[in-house]
C-alpha cells in the first residue's frame, strides 16, 4: 500500500518559517522526482518546488531564493524549508512523487495536503 505522510503545515506570521516534510512508503517503482505543488482556493494546483533522485532542483519563480528543497534518498523523504514567507504562500501544499517512466508511462502518487496559513 502506498503511502506519502506529510507533515510540518501550520499558521505562521508573514516574515516567519515553515518546514515541510513527506516521507514515501509502498512505491516500488524508481522514483524521478519528489517535488512540493500547493493549491490556493479557487486557484489551480502549482508547482512550487522540485528534487530529482540525483539531486537536481526547480522552483517557481515566486519561491526562488526563499523556499529550499531538500531529499534524503535513504528515508524516502523529502524537506521543503519555507522562509521569508507571505500572505500570498497560503495554500493548502501537497506532496507528489513521480516514477520513472514505466512501458512509457509515469505515476504520479501525492499525499492528503497539508494547510499552510501566512497571517499579515
Known amino acids: 500500500q502506498v503511502q506519502l505522510v506529510e507533515s510540518g503545515g501550520g499558521l505562521v506570521q508573514a516574515g516567519g518559517s515553515l518546514r515541510l516534510s513527506c516521507a514515501h512508503s509502498?512505491?516500488?517503482?524508481?522514483?524521478?522526482?519528489m517535488g512540493w505543488y500547493r493549491q490556493a482556493p479557487g486557484k489551480q494546483r502549482e508547482l512550487v518546488a522540485a528534487?530529482?533522485?540525483?539531486?537536481?532542483?526547480n522552483y517557481d519563480d515566486s519561491v526562488k531564493g526563499r523556499f529550499t528543497i531538500s531529499g534524503d534518498n535513504a528515508k524516502n523523504t523529502a524537506y521543503l524549508q519555507m522562509n521569508s514567507l507571505k500572505p500570498e504562500d497560503t495554500a493548502v501544499y501537497y506532496c507528489?512523487?513521480?516514477?520513472?517512466?514505466?512501458?512509457?508511462?509515469?505515476?504520479?502518487?501525492w499525499g492528503q495536503g497539508t494547510q499552510v496559513t501566512v497571517s499579515s
Open positions: 509502498g512505491i516500488i517503482f524508481s522514483i524521478n522526482a
Open positions: 507528489n512523487v513521480r516514477t520513472l517512466p514505466i512501458l512509457g508511462r509515469t505515476y504520479d502518487y
Open positions: 528534487i530529482t533522485s540525483g539531486g537536481s532542483t
